[in-house]
């Protein structure tokens, strides 16, 4: 959709909202160009991230009007950060967008459409889990009354992208691990994740559980602020930030797990966030600090299974041989933001063992991008259309990622192109399916979760 031309925001005048010398590391090199999705598909210097960080500086020093013009490009990153890894001079793009962002938020007035579905929608339903569950109850009743296809295409691309099984699990506030305790971490619930994945959350918790630590999950958590920061809410984000680093401050935790990697590179990044505000800049560090993916602590140790198996007699090469095809698809938030890309195929590895496959172009973005495939609907069906066709090419029956949004996307995309034979499944998924009594070939009388060996606590 395209924003036309603001008339009644006041005129644009110089602000420094830009790390200057950060936007000035770049040196118009082009090797991140290679990277940038919405670059490889349009061609566009306007839609890389070169053109965009020199856009930013316009629009900082004003010889650049905050119009439609201006905004169009910066609407349309993805935010994927794939540009960041491959920048050699170390340019923080990530930074200078959500600045960039929170400028154009506070300065540019957007048509009423776009307004509507970015404060409304987007910043007035997704963090509420119980606005999103009342949401969620007219599209029930469409559905079941067949009636999906009088839905304009916006909403019914929007609503195809709902799964249609969402079974609500609420979590125990504290649930106690499983055998010798290893530790005692916190949980993050998540807002669409804690309504539209609440299983794939059960499921991490038990992980965790049968891995020996206590989970705890506040009740009084809210979003993390991931929504606010990626759409340039900076302020919003920071009420979040504070909010939860005083919930989890209240119980003693080794380490603070999220399954959701859009969330957990906000989780980490609250340091950042908080860093101009002394009474918290030290309390969010400490937070920060605590923080893990749930792939960073639930490490299958490949000995152990090699010990096990060899009690029942099955070799090591033969246990990926019980799982059909499995590919991996890198979430963008957890492999650029976070850089952790080892450690999810360590997992499928010691699971699946030959029977894992790379996908081509798994870093590229899949389109979803937080709401970016509600903001920019058309290039996040290219880039969603992209993913699919990658997917088909490993001729994987399941693939695997660690993100709700992802998932989403995938799935749509799967369906779309009359694949909802092949599974996408959220890694605390296919391991807990995996790592189940009759999937795990552990010893008679030994239980599966011998299978799962989280580092020590605060290592
Ligand atoms: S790779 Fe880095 S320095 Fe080179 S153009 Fe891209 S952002 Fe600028
Ligand atoms: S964040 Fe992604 S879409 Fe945006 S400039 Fe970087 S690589 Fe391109």
Redesign the pocket.
């Known amino acids: 959709m395209n924003s036309t031309p603001n008339t009644n925001s006041p005129p644009s005048r110089p602000e420094t909202f830009l790390d200057e010398r950060s936007a000035l590391s770049c040196v118009h090199c082009g090797l ?1 160009l290679a ?5 490889l598909e349009t061609g566009n210097e306007n ?3 070169r053109g ?1 960080v020199y856009l930013m500086r316009q629009l900082q020093s004003g010889r650049a009007a905050l119009d439609a013009v201006a905004v169009a490009p910066i609407d ?9 890894p ?1 920048c050699p001079a170390g340019v923080h ?2 930074e200078l ?1 959500e600045t960039t962002r929170d400028f154009i938020e506070r300065r540019f007035t957007r048509p009423w459409f776009e307004r509507v579905l970015r404060r409304w929608v987007i910043e007035g339903v997704f963090p509420f889990p119980w606005r999103m569950r009342l949401a969620l109850l007219p599209l029930k009743l469409i559905r079941a009354l067949g009636l999906e296809r009088f839905l304009p295409k916006f909403a019914r691309d929007a609503a195809a992208l709902v799964p249609s099984d969402v079974r609500m699990v609420d979590l125990p506030e504290i649930s106690p691990g499983e055998g010798p305790l290893k530790g005692r971490v916190g949980i993050i619930t998540g807002c669409v994740q804690s309504v539209l994945f609440s299983q794939t959350n059960a499921a991490t918790l038990r992980l965790l559980n049968r891995a020996g630590y206590d989970v705890i999950a506040p009740m009084e958590q809210g979003c993390c602020g991931a929504l606010y920061s990626h759409s340039g809410r900076l302020e919003k984000a920071r009420e979040c930030a504070r909010h939860n680093i005083a919930t989890f401050e209240r119980h003693r935790l080794d380490y603070i797990v999220i399954n959701a990697s859009g969330c957990g590179s906000t989780l980490k990044n609250y340091g950042q966030l908080l860093k101009d505000d002394p009474a918290w800049a030290k309390r969010a560090e400490a937070f920060a600090a605590k923080v893990r993916d749930f792939v960073e602590v639930m490490v299958i140790s490949k000995s152990e299974i090699r010990v096990l198996n060899s009690e029942v007699g099955v070799r090591t090469s033969d246990f990926g041989l019980r799982t059909s095809l499995v590919t991996y698809h890198d979430a ?1 938030h957890l492999a650029n933001a976070q850089g952790i890309r080892q450690q999810p195929r360590d997992l499928l590895r010691a699971v699946c063992g030959a029977n894992f496959v790379e996908l081509p172009e798994t870093e590229l ?1 899949c389109g979803s ?1 937080g709401t970016y495939n509600l903001t920019q609907p058309a290039m996040a069906a290219r880039l969603q259309e992209r993913k699919t066709g990658n997917i088909l090419k490993t001729g994987a029956k399941i693939v695997v990622t660690t993100n709700p949004g992802c998932l989403l996307q995938i799935r749509a995309g799967l369906s779309k192109a009359g694949r909802a034979d092949i599974e996408a499944l959220h890694m605390a998924d296919f391991l807990e399916r995996k790592l189940s009594p009759s999937d795990c070939p552990v010893a008679p009388g030994r239980k599966p979760n011998l299978c799962l060996t989280p580092p020590a606590a605060g290592s």
């Open positions: 991140c990277a940038c999705p919405t670059y839609r890389s991230p965009r349309s990153c993805l935010g994927c950060l794939a540009c960041q491959a793009y990530g967008l963008c973005c991008a």
